[in-house]
Nanobody, 115 residues
């Protein structure tokens, strides 16, 4: 069982930055594939950034060049640095961990971008 707790959400102006963190309670963090997703009301949860256990990263076009995902295996932590934020980045952001067919989600943290 993996428990994930996100933090760092809040409000930012367009063009601003926020950094999200996800703390994982597991002794097997280094072998987990990790990702950040976001969701707005009435819409499915969309991938924001992914970092595999190999440290290979992937970003969809919507976040490429603005967001940076990283992990610290010694601290069992996942991060998302979000720069040049846009109003359309407003959403609840979720941390996801996966190992084979097992998938774990955090409770989410709200990010609001507005002027």
């Amino acid at each position: 069982q993996v428990q994930l707790v996100e933090s760092g959400g809040g409000w930012a102006q367009p063009g601003g930055s926020l950094r999200l963190s996800c703390a994982a309670s597991t002794s097997t963090f280094s072998v987990l594939d990790m990702g950040w997703y976001r969701q707005t009301p009435g819409n499915p949860r969309d991938l924001v950034a992914q970092i595999l256990s190999t440290r290979h990263t992937y970003y969809p076009n919507s976040t490429k060049g603005r967001f940076t995902i990283s992990r610290d295996n010694d601290k069992n932590a996942l991060y998302l640095q979000m720069d040049n934020l846009k109003v359309e980045d407003t959403a609840v952001y979720y941390c996801k961990a996966s190992l084979g067919s097992r998938v774990y989600w955090g409770q989410g943290t709200q990010v609001t971008v507005s002027s």
